[in-house]
C-alpha cells in the first residue's frame, strides 16, 4: 500500500481532535485513553502513531493560483451568440496557416532540426560570449548583461572578435531582419520558443546599433526610418532612453547629410550652417566652439547656443 493511500484512509478530523485531547485532556485518564484511541485510528491506516500525527504538522498544499480566463468564453458565449464557434474557426485558421509555413519551411531547411540549428552566425557570437556566461543571471545569461541596456562593454568586445557586427545602420538593419525571420520560422515548428542567450545577447547589439550608430547618407536614413516604423508597429514598448537615442542620431544623421549635399553645391544657408553646426556638435564634440564655427561659416556664439542645447536635451 501507498504512503498516498493510508494518508487518504487517516481519518484525520478525528485524529485532530483526538490529538487535541492527548495535549489538553482534563485528567491524565482522559489524555491516556485519547492516546490509544489514536493508536488505533493511525494502525487502521497503516500508520505508527507517530507518523499519523505527522500528517497533522505537515504543511497545507499551496492553493492554486485561480485562472482569470476561467469561464471566460461561456461568458462570451452570452454577450456575443456564436462567439465558441467564431474562436475555434479562427485558432484552426491560424492553425492551418501554421502548418502550411512549417511545410513550406521544411522544404526550404530540408528538417525540423535544421531549423533550429544555431547558423554559423550564431555558433560564433555563442561561442564569443561563452566566456561571460553568468548562472546567476537567470534571464539574460551573462555577466551584468540586461536586454534594454546592450551589450555590456565585455560583451561588445567579445562580439567584435567575430567580424560580425555591422559598422553601419543598413548592415544592422539587415542583420536585425535575418535574425527576426529566423526566430520567426522557429515559431513556426514551435509556438513557445524562446531564443537561446546568445541570440537575444545578439538582438540587443543590433537594436543598440540601430539607436545609436551614425551613418549620414540617404541609405543611412532610409533605414533608420525603417527601424523607426517597425517599433511603431510593435506590439510592445521600451525604454524612453532608447527612443531619446534614436531620435537623436536620426537628427544627426539628417542635418550631417543636408550640410554635405550643401557642401557639394556649393551654397550655404542658415538652415545649412545650423546643420553643419549640428553635424560637428555630434561627430567631434571635442572641438571648441571657435573652430567650429570656422568650419561652419558662424559665429562661435552660435556654435555655443547649439552646444548648451543639446547638452539641455541629453541631461
Same mark, same amino acid.
Given at each position: 500500500? @501507498?504512503?498516498? &493511500?493510508?494518508? /487518504? *484512509? =487517516? +481519518?484525520?478530523?478525528?485524529? $485532530?481532535?483526538?490529538? %487535541?485531547?492527548?495535549?489538553? #485532556?482534563?485528567?491524565?485518564?482522559?489524555?491516556?485513553?485519547?492516546?490509544?484511541?489514536?493508536?488505533?485510528?493511525?494502525?487502521?491506516?497503516?500508520? @505508527?502513531?507517530? &507518523?499519523?500525527? /505527522? *500528517? =497533522? +504538522?505537515?504543511?497545507?498544499? $499551496?492553493?492554486?493560483? %485561480?485562472?482569470?480566463?476561467? #469561464?471566460?468564453?461561456?461568458?462570451?458565449?452570452?454577450?456575443?451568440?456564436?462567439?465558441?464557434?467564431?474562436?475555434?474557426?479562427?485558432?484552426?485558421?491560424?492553425?492551418?496557416?501554421?502548418?502550411?509555413?512549417?511545410?513550406?519551411?521544411?522544404?526550404?531547411?530540408?528538417?525540423?532540426?535544421?531549423?533550429?540549428?544555431?547558423?554559423?552566425?550564431?555558433?560564433?557570437?555563442?561561442?564569443?560570449?561563452?566566456?561571460?556566461?553568468?548562472?546567476?543571471?537567470?534571464?539574460?545569461?551573462?555577466?551584468?548583461?540586461?536586454?534594454?541596456?546592450?551589450?555590456?562593454?565585455?560583451?561588445?568586445?567579445?562580439?567584435?572578435?567575430?567580424?560580425?557586427?555591422?559598422?553601419?545602420?543598413?548592415?544592422?538593419?539587415?542583420?536585425?531582419?535575418?535574425?527576426?525571420?529566423?526566430?520567426?520560422?522557429?515559431?513556426?515548428?514551435?509556438?513557445?520558443?524562446?531564443?537561446?542567450?546568445?541570440?537575444?545577447?545578439?538582438?540587443?547589439?543590433?537594436?543598440?546599433?540601430?539607436?545609436?550608430?551614425?551613418?549620414?547618407?540617404?541609405?543611412?536614413?532610409?533605414?533608420?526610418?525603417?527601424?523607426?516604423?517597425?517599433?511603431?508597429?510593435?506590439?510592445?514598448?521600451?525604454?524612453?532612453?532608447?527612443?531619446?537615442?534614436?531620435?537623436?542620431?536620426?537628427?544627426?544623421?539628417?542635418?550631417?547629410?543636408?550640410?554635405?549635399?550643401?557642401?557639394?553645391?556649393?551654397?550655404?544657408?542658415?538652415?545649412?550652417?545650423?546643420?553643419?553646426?549640428?553635424?560637428?556638435?555630434?561627430?567631434?564634440?571635442?572641438?571648441?566652439?571657435?573652430?567650429?564655427?570656422?568650419?561652419?561659416?558662424?559665429?562661435?556664439?552660435?556654435?555655443?547656443?547649439?552646444?548648451?542645447?543639446?547638452?539641455?536635451?541629453?541631461?
Amino acid at each position: 500500500m @501507498t504512503a498516498h &493511500a493510508t494518508a /487518504s *484512509k =487517516l +481519518d484525520m478530523a478525528k485524529l $485532530a481532535k483526538l490529538r %487535541a485531547l492527548m495535549d489538553r #485532556g482534563a485528567t491524565p485518564g482522559e489524555r491516556e485513553a485519547a492516546r490509544a484511541k489514536a493508536i488505533v485510528l493511525a494502525a487502521s491506516a497503516g500508520l @505508527t502513531l507517530a &507518523a499519523a500525527l /505527522s *500528517k =497533522l +504538522d505537515a504543511p497545507a498544499p $499551496a492553493a492554486q493560483p %485561480a485562472n482569470i480566463f476561467t #469561464g471566460f468564453a461561456d461568458w462570451m458565449e452570452e454577450r456575443e451568440p456564436g462567439y465558441k464557434v467564431r474562436e475555434a474557426a479562427r485558432r484552426a485558421e491560424r492553425e492551418a496557416k501554421r502548418l502550411a509555413r512549417c511545410r513550406e519551411l521544411l522544404a526550404v531547411y530540408g528538417s525540423e532540426d535544421a531549423v533550429f540549428a544555431p547558423t554559423d552566425l550564431e555558433a560564433a557570437i555563442r561561442d564569443a560570449l561563452d566566456p561571460l556566461t553568468e548562472p546567476g543571471n537567470s534571464l539574460w545569461g551573462y555577466r551584468d548583461f540586461k536586454f534594454s541596456d546592450g551589450p555590456t562593454p565585455e560583451m561588445w568586445e567579445a562580439l567584435r572578435v567575430t567580424g560580425h557586427v555591422p559598422a553601419t545602420v543598413p548592415k544592422a538593419w539587415a542583420a536585425y531582419q535575418a535574425q527576426e525571420a529566423r526566430t520567426d520560422n522557429r515559431i513556426a515548428f514551435c509556438p513557445d520558443y524562446t531564443p537561446m542567450a546568445w541570440e537575444s545577447a545578439w538582438s540587443s547589439a543590433l537594436e543598440y546599433l540601430l539607436d545609436n550608430l551614425r551613418t549620414p547618407t540617404a541609405e543611412g536614413i532610409a533605414a533608420r526610418l525603417d527601424w523607426l516604423e517597425f517599433l511603431a508597429n510593435r506590439d510592445m514598448a521600451r525604454g524612453i532612453e532608447a527612443d531619446r537615442n534614436l531620435i537623436a542620431s536620426l537628427q544627426s544623421d539628417f542635418a550631417a547629410f543636408v550640410a554635405s549635399n550643401s557642401r557639394q553645391s556649393g551654397h550655404s544657408t542658415a538652415a545649412q550652417r545650423r546643420a553643419a553646426v549640428l553635424d560637428l556638435l555630434a561627430q567631434a564634440p571635442g572641438l571648441s566652439d571657435r573652430e567650429i564655427s570656422r568650419r561652419a561659416g558662424c559665429s562661435p556664439q552660435t556654435v555655443g547656443n547649439w552646444r548648451r542645447k543639446l547638452e539641455g536635451a541629453v541631461q
